[in-house]
Every structure is written in structure tokens, then in C-alpha cells.
């Protein structure tokens, strides 16, 4: 895959409200809708994945916006990305960023893709991952719990238990 321009415009905190990217194509590639709970955009990606050919981009998380979602298309052929946890910004002080790791930190297979562009996609995930990309996760007030301790298995393992 070759590297695209894409620009992310904003009328609010959140990192994009519109996006003008490189496709080759006219119109509308998708309309995204945020919601509150990460557990309804899981059931919702049950409830696409039982109608087949309906899901047209996996599961994922992108690198630009932390966005965790899937896209669906829709009867009209354009798609409806459906998402939990996106960045915010401050925009008085934001600054435009080179985006070098792909449009995604994993998932986000997009199933038209002919397998050789589906390898390339996968490897320059990849390379995120080998590179240590992570991300914090965005959560606003009332969506989320503070857990005890790192990890339930490592805690226990320093404890010698």
C-alpha cells in the first residue's frame, strides 16, 4: 500500500469531525457514529457479522484518532464506521502529525482489499506492534472504573502466589 495524504479537519475536541482523504473515488466513503460503551459497538459488530458480507472492515483501532470500531456497508455502498473511545484535542494548540504506522494499530481488515494489499495492511501493523505503538485508551466521566493493581496474573506473580 503507498502512502496517501489525508487531511482531518475539526469544529469541536474531537480530533476529526471531517476527513478529506486520497481514494480515487468521489462521494462519501463513510459516515462514523461514536457511542458511549465499547459493549455496544461489540454487539453491534455480533449483530453485523451475522449478515454476510456486511461487515467491510474488521474490528480495529486507528492510529490517528484511537477510535476502536468496524465499518459496515451500507445498502447505498458507502459505509457506516461505528466506534467507542476517540481522541480528543485541544484545538488551540493541536499540531498536524505524520501518520507512519498505517491507519490502523490492529484489526480494521478491509475485506476488499486483494490479498497481496491485505498483507502489506497487516505488516505495517505489524510493524507497530514490534515498534511498541500503544496508545492510552480515551474514556470520558462515567465510563469507566479504575482497576487495582497492573494485571491480575502479574500481581499475583509478584506476590510469589
Known sequence: LKPFKAY???????HHSLAM???GRS??????MELFNLDDVGQAYDVACAEPGRISTTLGRHTNDYMTSFYARTPNDFMVEYGWGGRSIDPASWQPVEMTYGPSLWGHDRTWLPADQLAQSRAMRARAAADGQREPVQVIEGNFEVG???CAWWDGVRRGQ
Open 8 to 14: 482531518f479537519f475539526h469544529v469541536n475536541p474531537r
Open 21 to 23: 482523504i486520497e481514494t
Open 27 to 32: 462521494g462519501i466513503h463513510h459516515i462514523m
Open 148 to 150: 487495582v493493581g497492573t
